[in-house]
């Protein structure tokens, strides 16, 4: 059968032969959301009944527990405001990140 693809097929075989594997997503990249997020948000401990509505609507889970109040893994946040916008006891506020 003619392989009519413009490019070499993958050989699984030859796997580990770093001439043979996809230059795309073969190099970790060690850039998280914190690095590029314009946004980020803060939570008024006060306000926070610990109810996890946040943690549920996160799409990336990077809702933690703290003693008395949940809160964002800043790594890993990307500043959606999903969390901003589904907390029920508008405890959590979208603000800009700082330079430098
Ligand atoms: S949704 Fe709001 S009140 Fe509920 S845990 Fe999250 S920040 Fe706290
Ligand atoms: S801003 Fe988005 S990514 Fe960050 S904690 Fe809220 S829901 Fe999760």
């Known amino acids: 059968?003619?392989?009519h693809r413009a490019y070499p097929m993958f050989d699984p075989a030859k796997a580990g032969a770093p001439d043979d594997l996809c230059p795309i997503a073969t190099v970790i990249n060690p850039m998280l959301p914190g690095d590029w997020r314009s946004l980020r948000p803060l939570?008024?401990?006060?306000?926070?009944?610990?109810c996890a509505v946040?943690?549920?609507?996160?799409p990336?889970?990077?809702i933690v527990e703290k003693p008395a109040w949940f809160d964002a893994d800043l790594r890993t946040c990307k500043g959606c405001g999903i969390c901003a916008t589904e907390c029920p006891h508008r405890a959590i506020a979208m603000v800009m990140e700082t330079t430098g």
């Open 54 to 58: 946040c943690w549920l609507y996160c």
């Open 60 to 62: 990336v889970q990077c």
């Open 1 to 3: 059968m003619t392989n």
């Open 43 to 50: 939570v008024d401990r006060d306000k926070c009944v610990k």
